[in-house]
């Protein structure tokens, strides 16, 4: 079986300023990665995903994330937040055989003025 | 144009009652899944229909009850509501049950039971 942690809950730092929010995961076969982003009252939406190859993943919105095998961590991170960043991510998981995500329980980044 | 379409976005009810949440995708995908996050957003899979066939049963009480009529629509309906099936419900649907595919989120339907 695969779980995720986000070790942070709430992560708040100031507009234009770097950020990393944390992510580590447990599985004894190789994994799938992703992470998610929900903005205020609406549905999830894809940040990016980690399948093979580089372990280095570009997504939407200017983050990105590294996975890192030996640490069992996927974090994700965008060296400059703007205030529409402000939202809930989500890191989720997911094994080859299965269609199931497993989440974690979200990290809320609020960017302040 | 909305890719994933739930309805109603909210419902507020009585216990013992029965209601159901639709939902709908426009994106051609063969999967489709219902999520529900509780009050401290944690996000569990509830099911997951492949073709109209399900899928995924993650051990929901029998109340609960998922349709799939097409491939575009998995309706989801409950019987007997309790206060703790408060929460937000999600459709999601992916092109096939890989689990490299994307997943792609209606925008909920918050269901308040009092």
């Known amino acids: 079986a695969q779980s995720v942690t986000q070790l942070d809950s709430q992560v708040p730092v100031f507009e234009e300023a770097p950020v990393e929010l944390r992510c580590n995961y447990s599985?004894?076969?190789?994994?799938?990665l992703f992470w998610y982003v929900q903005y205020p009252n609406q549905g999830l939406q894809l940040l990016l995903k980690?399948?093979?190859?580089?372990?280095l993943v570009k997504g939407i919105n200017g983050f990105e994330a590294e996975f890192n095998k030996s640490q069992t961590s996927f974090h994700l991170r965008k060296p400059s937040v703007h205030i529409s960043d402000t939202a809930e991510y989500f890191c989720?998981?997911?094994?080859?055989?299965?269609?199931?995500?497993?989440f974690g329980t979200g990290t809320r980044l609020q960017v302040f003025p | 144009d909305t890719a994933v379409s739930q309805t109603p976005k909210y419902l507020v009810t009585q216990m013992g009652n029965d209601k159901s949440i639709k939902c709908e995708q426009n994106?051609?995908?063969?999967?489709m899944y219902w999520y529900k996050q509780d009050s401290k957003k944690f996000l569990k899979i509830m099911f997951s229909?492949?073709?109209?066939?399900?899928?995924i049963n993650e051990t929901v009480p029998n109340r609960f009850s998922p349709k799939s009529p097409d491939k575009a629509h998995l309706n989801l309906h409950i019987n007997s509501l309790e206060l703790g099936d408060s929460a937000v419900y999600f459709c999601?649907?992916?092109?096939?049950?890989?689990?490299?595919?994307?997943?792609?989120f209606g925008p909920g339907t918050r269901l308040l039971v009092l």
């Open positions: 989720a998981v997911s094994a080859p055989g299965t269609d199931k995500l497993i």
């Open positions: 599985s004894s076969v190789s994994v799938y």
């Open positions: 980690y399948l093979s190859g580089s372990t």
């Open positions: 229909y492949n073709n109209k066939e399900l899928i």
């Open positions: 994106l051609g995908h063969d999967t």
């Open positions: 999601a649907s992916s092109q096939n049950p890989s689990a490299r595919e994307t997943q792609y």
